[in-house]
């Protein structure tokens, strides 16, 4: 079992793929050093178009189950990175929900949200909609998000995200805490 960082754009050269890979490398240290679980990355840059038939809707590709549906089910726990466009999460991203197998997917899953925007909420409207399908899908919502204001302006020389770069950090330290607790393996201790 894995933790999945998951960035839910399929925009090329989105902003929110930084930031999500950059969340990435962070639980990733983070796991290592308290010997938890692998984490892996996930992104929807990778569905490739033939996921938009409507065939799909009756019978996933292979490459789709192997890729996206299969890590999803046997995840520990998801941290999605989203954008918003158009005073809402990417039309994409709720598509990939729908292909997912219900409703065991995100049944009992651990899930955190970053917002990213160039608006000063920082995708607060695309997170708390995001929030609404996933309490439907009866994953387990931590209560700590973070949302990343003028996202165009906040990247440092050296990759990273400026003043956001501690508060990062701590809601993926935050997030691994609250995954083990609800799995059983440690105390909480906050974020």
């Known amino acids: 079992m894995s933790l999945i960082v998951f960035c839910a754009t399929n925009r090329p050269g989105a902003r929110t793929r930084t930031v999500a890979k950059r969340v990435h490398n962070f639980l990733g240290e983070l796991s290592k050093g308290a010997g938890g679980p692998i984490v892996d990355y996930l992104d929807l840059a990778n569905l490739r ?9 009756s019978q996933k590709p292979a490459w789709f189950l192997e890729t996206f549906q299969a890590p999803i089910l046997e995840a520990k726990g998801l941290l999605v990175c989203t954008p918003e466009y158009n005073g809402g999460f990417p039309g994409v991203m709720k598509y ?20 990213c925007a160039d608006g000063q909420f920082g995708a607060l409207r695309a997170v708390e909609q995001l929030e609404l399908i996933f309490h439907y ?9 973070l949302f990343i204001s003028k996202i165009s302006s906040v990247f440092s020389a050296d990759g990273s995200v400026g003043e956001y770069e501690e508060r990062l950090q701590k809601l993926a330290a935050g997030f691994l805490s609250f995954v083990n607790v609800l799995k059983g393996e440690r105390a909480y201790h906050g974020p």
């Open 49 to 57: 178009p033939d996921i938009f038939s409507t065939d799909c809707y």
């Open 96 to 115: 990939f929900i729908d292909m997912l197998k219900f409703p065991e997917s995100l049944v009992d899953l651990p899930v955190a949200f970053i917002g």
């Open 137 to 145: 899908r009866k994953a387990h919502v931590y209560g700590e998000r």
